[in-house]
């Protein structure tokens, strides 16, 4: 995929093919918020299971944990070959590619425990289900479909990067998180008075399969305000949620990533504009 400007071009991409690299990449990113479960205190917010998006890497992350947080476990969208760290320095490689999560999950526990971490701790269970699929605690991983598992990649880093550069001088807003229920990287804008923003991408749910971007309020808005906040790209969605939205195929409607990319920076900057207003922070 071509690369503008920190933007990877995106292909359309079947439904049912996206469906599927990305059940099997929520799956195995279970992983990393298995040892958030097992190995960092518990927080209220739940922010004890989350990890990272590395756009040097252009991986999944995990936060630090074990003896001076030096420990670190990524995944590699594109191949599903987990990377353990201790200090920056490579331990580790596991390819998910033709083995199960019930066999990734036995050796990472016998790998932990090798590495001084405590025995009998590190554990898959969680509190929360996958709100898409069923566990495929016993189905073989298969990277074959390239294009479907680059394009939730492509997703995923074009995203941060999109993300970043608006939130980085915002002191209201929190760091860049993905979070294991919904597999969503977002940041929360606390605009004050109990009212907030979300930004968002989502790779895809019940309401669209394919990824999509999304900007929120909270509370909130009446259907006067959405009225009154028209967009030239994207949507308003409303049906069990109510936020902005722009989706894989709006982004598709352009070939080439430097038109992607403009339909997209219009999406945000618009969408924000509207954001702050409904939310009394302009």
């Known amino acids: 995929m071509k690369n503008i400007n920190?933007?990877?071009?995106?292909?359309?991409?079947?439904?049912?093919?996206?469906?599927?690299?990305?059940?099997?990449?929520?799956?195995?990113?279970?992983?990393?918020?298995?040892?958030?479960?097992?190995?960092?205190?518990?927080?209220?917010?739940?922010?004890?299971?989350?990890?990272?998006?590395?756009?040097?890497?252009?991986?999944?992350?995990?936060?630090?944990?074990?003896?001076?947080?030096?420990f670190h476990l990524s995944l590699n969208p594109l191949d599903l070959t987990l990377q353990a760290f201790h200090s920056d320095e490579l331990l580790a490689e596991?390819?998910?590619?033709?083995?199960?999560?019930?066999?990734?999950?036995?050796?990472?526990?016998?790998?932990?425990?090798?590495?001084?971490?405590?025995?009998?701790?590190?554990?898959?269970?969680?509190?929360?289900?996958l709100p898409d699929y069923p566990d495929r605690w016993e189905t073989v991983f298969d990277i074959s479909d390239t294009d479907a598992f680059q394009t939730l990649a492509s997703s995923y880093g074009n995203a941060a990067s999109e993300f970043e550069a608006r939130i980085k001088n915002d002191s209201r807003a929190?760091?860049?998180?993905?979070?294991?229920?919904?597999?969503?990287?977002?940041?929360?804008?606390d605009?004050?008075?109990?009212?907030?923003?979300?930004?968002?991408?989502?790779p895809g749910d019940g309401s669209y399969t394919a990824p999509y971007y999304y900007v929120s309020v909270w509370p909130y808005p009446s259907a006067e305000q959405i009225k009154a906040q028209p967009l030239s790209q994207g949507v308003w969605h409303t049906k069990g949620w109510t936020g902005m939205v722009l989706?894989?195929?709006?982004?598709?409607?352009?070939?080439?990533?430097?038109?992607?990319?403009?339909?997209?920076?219009?999406?945000?900057?618009?969408?924000?504009s509207h954001a702050e207003r409904m939310s009394g922070a302009e």
């Open 6 to 70: 920190n933007w990877q071009t995106l292909n359309r991409i079947s439904d049912d093919r996206l469906f599927e690299a990305r059940a099997q990449l929520h799956q195995a990113v279970q992983l990393l918020t298995a040892v958030g479960i097992s190995f960092i205190p518990p927080k209220a917010d739940d922010s004890h299971t989350s990890f990272k998006w590395s756009q040097k890497s252009l991986s999944f992350l995990s936060q630090g944990f074990g003896g001076e947080l030096a």
């Open 94 to 129: 596991i390819k998910l590619n033709g083995v199960t999560l019930k066999q990734a999950a036995t050796d990472l526990e016998f790998f932990w425990e090798d590495h001084g971490l405590p025995e009998d701790v590190f554990t898959m269970k969680r509190h929360f289900e």
């Open 174 to 189: 929190s760091g860049l998180m993905i979070w294991p229920h919904h597999f969503d990287l977002a940041s929360l804008i």
């Open 191 to 202: 605009t004050g008075a109990g009212k907030s923003i979300g930004l968002g991408i989502s």
């Open 247 to 272: 989706t894989l195929d709006q982004i598709t409607t352009c070939s080439e990533g430097s038109g992607q990319k403009s339909v997209v920076d219009t999406f945000l900057n618009e969408a924000l």
